[in-house]
């Protein structure tokens, strides 16, 4: 072997030992983070899904990110996800977009709206309709990412504790509703609030309020509403409640292109699985309510009551885009494609279900 050779291989070799070492560092490099999220500690399936979330990351990053997930008793401010993500206490967060309707109401839509998109319609939108680039471009002055964090399904209308046969039964009550419905409602004449989820029971068994709405029966048996107000009402203000998973801008573009992907990645596959872990809680509540919770009185809101939900819905949509392009925007798309998605959704899952209940 000549000298020229070995010069070579020394070279090849320190340069591969160079770029070893650079590689190995950057794999060494460990990134902590902290997730805030509205839900206490045992409220599946809402708190599995940033916990599924992030033991997926760290397992997919070998241990290169690691996400501490602090329930709503940990942090104390169930309604402060938002502020904390955008002003770096947390990386992450998990909530809901409506939440934040108080502070930019171009955030309400991507939550889930009256009389709007099912589940599976949401979801289409999100991924191939355009919602995702609106959510992006609503989220941008907030410096922060949101991402779909997983969806409630078609959620009941709520727990109440006398029959609603008149739109007159309504006005006068306390009822715990979010969201654009919780307007809907108070333009009916009730008085609309929020509690952290911690609280409501004991705000419907002490009497503050006279009604709420909470998920559907997976997760509302559990808090036992149908203790203290029987009368349960089917769904028309929540058809596809989706949650959020919300990111830091700089943290998230600190991270290495790998980290970004796998951490998109996990949030896409946890909120599937939250949506059908509640399906299951759902079905599986639904099939032993008749028989051990005889008391519980299902109901569906007479004619009269639906049609002033809607008009009411329809006058109050109008009234909100008054000065709000980015809303109208956001609303006008989700409706031309619910328009367009509703002939496939009747075609494929209600005439099926029709003919096969
Ligand atoms: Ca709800």
Redesign the pocket.
Known sequence: MNMFGKTTKLLVASALLAGLSTASMAAEKVYKWKLATTWGPTLSPFIDAPTKMAEMVEKMSDGRLQIRVDASNKHKSAFGILDMVKGGQYDMGHSASYYWKGKDINTMPFSTMPFGLTTPEQYAWFYHGGGMELMKKTYAKHKVLSFPGGS?GN?MG?WFRKEINTVDDLKGLKMR???FAGEVMAKLGLTVTNIAPGELYTSLERGTIDAL???GPGMDINMGFHKVAPYYYTGW??PG?DLQFLVNERAFNKLPKDLQEILVTAMRVSAYDMYIQNYHMSAEAWSKMISEYPNIKIKTFPKEVMDALKQTNKELRAEIVKGQPLLKEILDSQEAYQKKARKWTEMSDYLYLKDNL
Do not use: A, D, K, T
């Open positions: 409630s959620q709520g509703i979010p969201g709405e909470w998920v203000h929540e409640l």
